[in-house]
């Protein structure tokens, strides 16, 4: 390297890259602190500094820049100034000390300069005693790196010997400058080369990992926790390394890795590691920014051994360490950054002239990131710093992940052949916690009641208060009992006992609800079934479920020509069952039987009916009603299909409370202005009702009049915190209740009473709080192990309220309710129903619903949450609802298509949705289709059809006017597109990228291209101008002979016109050799 003498000279690639991401005079710090133990000569250690400032240009350098120029030159200046600062800090106690330390090093952290001017080297002398001192240096990180500083200590102590006993200085080392130089011109000469490595690694490496929160400020302060690890721990590591083959580095790096992947359930991912940049040895001297941080790739699979993923990270680590030089950060790689690891050795300490120097503290930021894990090695200590950036992440979350990696660290250095997932990462204290203490839910019930016994003592109490009101038709609790008692007594003589499954198949009006109690007062089950829903189906769920009786009306007979269960139609038979006694009858029902089975869409296609036990509603009723809180003789609304169990969390408190249920007409149900018409005139104290519903009704006129006096419970699918804003600021004293819970658990299992005048930022959507009474709640691995709070998880339930199981599915039910690990203890169930449904514990220990599992997809082998892309697809002005879904189900080429309901009814170009995400989401989350519509499909339940939206005819992103191809060649090419992208036809001028392509398909298509053609393309030739007529030109231009790239596709034609037989013939005498079909 030739010394350069120049009055300006180029930044490195490594000061290019931090100067455009500091702010303009506020530079990230490199700082350290030097312990000085001895007794000091001030006027030599002042002496050794200027010696090592003098010897090194880059300690006294300014940066210059220029008109209309973003990147400055360095300018390094003849003079050796620096600022020096002295403290007395004797007269203070050891704790007042370390504070004055404290403060001092955050004053120099934001010290800001003028980058032509001022002298960049400030050094700050304390004195502790007449034995011990602190020698603080502050740099920015474009002048130094962590290296540089342990240099820094190193060069002083030695100097300051040599200075002591008047002896020669050592050589000069190679400045900072030369370096710089040749570094440029090496990425400008052999850029090719590590292009090519870069690349390769590249393609490999997902995005970053998902934070809740991003930053706001420019300026990067971040804040560091730290922990030490035990010394038993360390001696192990030292004897694994020794032994293994590796490094301490290497082993916690590792642990680093593994962490993430537990936490984040995101198995592959880029970590940031620290390299020195010093392969040279004729660089270990140099003083300056060489270091870089290197994405370094990992994939952690649960069935892997920690040896495995070990060896395999100590590969990766060797591999790049000999290609460091070559890595430049970019826009497209920046989101790679936001996890990072550094090992850091501070064991050396130096003796010169009778004092010790030791590097005691040292911070050196010169890239932003989320949080980053610094390991310290020390002479008997080994520190474990997170470096942690406050604006994304709180205070209590880096302790607590702290604490999770050192229990994952102490459990991998116990037992190297581990698996992953087998590894521990919760302590002992946490996973009681999690497991017990959050689940303490205990409350008497009795035990020995039946959910209809209740309505009748309600009877007695208040039989004349009016119990159900229907429209223009009321009845009073009398009433309603006496109309129940004859139709159960009917029932009865039916042969409808405990066990027996009744279906009610009929409109909504106070029949529904006469009927259900009847089923139950005779002793049987009822079957809850949709009139809206296709004769078929009726005729399926009473096949299955073995239906004895179905109680229906004469408007829907017709509907039953199939049924060959007894029907009885209330309007036609009520004279008989008229005659029937209204007095209260007995049956021989007990807590264990049937109360009712509900059936709900099943992953095979095949409903599933969910068995439900008098037992498990009873102690529901009792759980929910002490949630409510009502006063006795409340009024409720029923707009919920008696087919879905929502209902019941507004039929039962009612009726067995001496409450007034009014039923909905079906007519109003999703009218905005004729259900506000109804409340005004019959006030609601208790709603029961979907979010989606409420929000499609809050378009009313006067949106006040659908809102309940006193009580909101939301419920069926998650609740977003902008329904909860427009609903408070419509009704500011109504209580809102957000509730959760599957039919196989028995109508809900969490509650969570949304603080008036909250809005709540910790999570995406309005949590769901804690279990209700006599119920635990599990999230859980893979492994069905407790995961940390704030690690999503699978959520498990068991207690009072699980089902039976499914109707006549014992295999499908063994598989969804499993035997609980965890029911040594506080009375948990035996077992435990899986849910599919993903969640995690926020930090306030409620819980956040996060989707179903399988909502988290994967694309281009990137785990995506469709829930983000909904809701940044939200925020487009012209869109006023919409839901991304995943299309496609063959393996490595699904794509995501996006909903779209309008705000008007013009609707919005599809280029303008997909420029929209494209600006802040990247471009693997970006849908392939898009679809408008007037209306969502629903279910009967009030839920979305997701079904149905994926039967809808997709409008890709094609925004070319469809040219066909024109030759042979271009016909060939369109082919293998087309097979590739799972589209119907291809254009001339389509673009590959628009039409679904990404980086893992153009690999595939390059591959196809050059076996069928037999030309050599480049991934430049495709992004130049991804379309089917440039990528033609090229093949033609690049062929080895004039015509055969015409041949070949021309002969790949007639192949495949061929039978199998003649392609077989063919192919074996090589008539066209690497030509495929």
């Known amino acids: 390297m030739q010394n350069l003498t120049l009055e300006g000279f180029r930044l490195s690639p490594q000061q290019k890259q931090l100067w455009l991401l500091q702010p303009n005079n506020s530079p990230y710090p490199a700082q350290c602190a030097i312990l000085l133990q001895g007794e000091l000569q001030l006027k030599i250690l002042k002496e050794a500094v200027q010696h090592v400032v003098n010897r090194h240009e880059i300690l006294r350098t300014s940066f210059h820049t220029r008109p209309g120029i973003a990147i400055p030159m360095q300018v390094i200046s003849p003079s050796s100034n620096y600022f020096w600062q002295t403290y007395n800090l004797t007269d203070l106690t050891d704790q007042e000390q370390q504070v004055k330390i404290d403060e001092l090093f955050l004053t120099a952290r934001k010290v800001l300069f003028d980058w032509e001017k001022d002298p960049l080297l400030r050094l700050s002398l304390l004195h502790l005693s007449s034995q011990e001192h602190i020698l603080l240096i502050a740099l920015p990180s474009l002048c130094a790196d962590s290296w540089s500083l342990k240099n820094i200590v190193k060069e002083i102590s030695h100097i300051y010997g040599r200075c002591l006993n008047n002896a020669q200085l050592p050589d000069e080392p190679v400045q900072y400058i030369q370096f710089s130089e040749w570094h440029n011109e090496l990425l400008e000469e052999e850029a090719e080369v590590g292009e090519n490595y870069w690349q390769q690694q590249l393609d490999l490496l997902t995005p970053a990992i998902p934070f809740d929160k991003q930053p706001t400020d420019t300026k990067f302060n971040p804040d560091i926790w730290s922990l030490k690890l035990d010394p038993a721990i360390i001696a192990q590591l030292e004897s694994i390394a020794e032994l293994h083959n590796t490094t301490i580095r290497e082993f916690l790096l590792t642990c680093w890795q593994i962490f993430w992947a537990r936490i984040t359930g995101q198995s592959e991912m880029a970590i940031a590691t620290v390299f020195d940049g010093r392969n040279y040895d004729q660089l270990q001297e140099t003083l300056g920014l060489l270091a870089k941080c290197v994405p370094v790739s990992c994939s952690i699979q649960d069935n892997l051994k920690f040896s495995e993923i070990l060896a395999k990270t100590s590969q990766i680590l060797e591999n790049h360490d000999q290609w460091q030089e070559y890595f430049l950060w970019s826009e497209k790689t920046a989101s790679l950054n936001q996890i990072a690891f550094e090992f850091a050795d501070w064991s050396d300490k130096y003796n010169a002239g ?91 019930y009795p035990l020995d009641k039946c959910i209809h016994e209740l309505f009748t003592e309600q009877v007695a109490k208040t039989p004349d208060k009016v119990a159900i009101v229907f429209e223009d038709q009321q009845l009073t609790y009398t009433q309603l009992n006496a109309r129940a008692n004859q139709l159960a007594r009917y029932l009865q003589n039916l042969g409808v006992k405990p066990e027996v499954l009744v279906g009610i198949y009929l409109e909504r009006s106070p029949l529904i609800i006469i009927s259900l109690l009847a089923i139950l007062k005779a002793g049987g089950a009822y079957l809850p079934l949709d009139p809206a829903s296709p004769p078929a189906a009726i005729a399926l769920r009473l096949e299955d479920a073995g239906a004895k009786v179905l109680l229906t009306q004469e408007e829907l007979i017709d509907n039953l020509a199939e049924i060959t269960t007894k029907i009885v139609s209330l309007d036609s038979d009520r004279e008989i069952i008229n005659h029937q006694s209204p007095e209260n009858l007995y049956c021989d029902v007990k807590p264990e039987n049937l109360v009712y089975t509900i059936y709900t869409s099943g992953s095979t296609g095949k409903p599933k009916g969910v068995a439900i036990e008098h037992r498990q509603l009873l102690n529901y009723f009792y759980a929910i009603q002490s949630q409510l809180n009502l006063t006795p003789g409340s009024s409720f609304a029923l707009v919920s299909t008696l087919a879905a169990d929502l209902g019941n969390t507004v039929i039962y408190p009612a009726l067995c409370t001496g409450g007034c249920l009014h039923i909905i007409a079906t007519d109003r149900l999703t009218d905005p202005s004729a259900i506000a018409d109804y409340f005004d005139r019959h006030p609601i104290d208790c709603l029961k009702i979907v979010p989606s519903h409420l929000k499609a009704l809050l378009t009313a006129k006067h949106p006040d009049k659908i809102l309940p006096r006193q009580q909101l419970i939301l419920g069926g699918e998650a609740t977003s915190w902008e329904l909860i804003d427009r609903i408070q600021q419509i009704a500011p004293e109504c209580k809102i209740l957000n509730h959760y819970g599957p039919t196989e658990a028995t109508i809900g299992v969490t509650t969570f009473e949304v603080p008036k005048g909250v809005k709540n930022n910790q999570a995406a959507t309005v949590p769901i709080g804690w279990a209700i009474a006599n119920t635990q709640i599990y999230l859980l691995d893979s492994k069905k192990q407790p995961v940390p709070i704030g690690v999503p998880g699978e959520l498990y339930i068991g207690g009072a309220g699980l089902a039976r199981g499914y109707l006549n599915q014992p295999e499908l039910t063994n598989e969804k309710f499993i035997a609980n690990p965890f029911v040594g203890a506080n009375g948990h169930s035996p077992l435990l129903y899986k849910t599919g449904d993903l969640a995690r514990y926020l930090p306030d220990e409620t819980i956040e619903f996060l989707g179903r599992v399988d909502d988290q997809v994967k694309i281009r082998g990137f785990r995506i949450e469709l829930a983000e892309i909904s809701l940044v697809l939200a925020k487009h002005p012209a869109v006023r609802e919409c839901v991304v879904l995943v299309q496609g189900d063959e393996p490595g080429n699904p794509h995501l298509v996006a909903y779209v309901i309008p705000h008007s009814e013009q609707n919005p170009a599809t280029k303008d949705l997909k420029d929209f995400l494209q600006a802040q989401l990247p471009d693997y989350m970006v849908p392939a289709a898009f679809v408008l519509l007037k209306a969502f499909p629903l279910m009967p339940n009030g839920k979305l059809d997701r079904h149905s939206l994926l039967a809808l005819e997709t409008v890709g992103l094609n925004l070319k006017e469809y040219v066909a191809p024109q030759n042979a060649v271009e016909e060939v090419l369109a082919s293998i597109w087309a097979n590739l992208l799972k589209v119907e036809r291809v254009g001339i001028w389509d673009n590959f990228f628009d039409l679904g392509g990404h980086s893992l398909l153009t690999t595939q298509l390059i591959s196809r291209v050059r076996q069928t053609f037999r030309v050599e393309i480049s991934l430049r030739d495709l992004f130049e101008e991804p379309t089917l007529a440039h990528l033609s030109k090229i093949l033609i231009a690049n062929e080895a002979k004039p015509g055969q790239t015409e041949k070949i596709a021309i002969a790949v034609k007639k192949i495949k016109t061929m039978s199998a037989e003649d392609k077989e013939k063919l192919l074996t005498h090589k008539k066209i050799e690497g030509v495929r079909s």
């Open 354 to 444: 009778g004092v010790t120097f030791s590097l005691a503290r040292q911070d050196v930021y010169f890239a932003r990131f989320k949080v980053k894990l610094t390991c310290i090695r020390q002479a008997e200590s080994l520190t474990a710093e997170f470096h942690y950036d406050p604006e994304i992440i709180d205070a209590e979350s880096i302790s607590d992940w702290g604490k999770l990696w050192q229990t994952l660290v102490t459990s991998a250095v116990n037992n190297l052949e581990a698996r992953v997932g087998e590894l521990e990462i919760l302590s002992n204290s946490d996973r009681h916690k999690l497991l017990f203490e959050f689940n303490q839910t205990q409350k008497d």
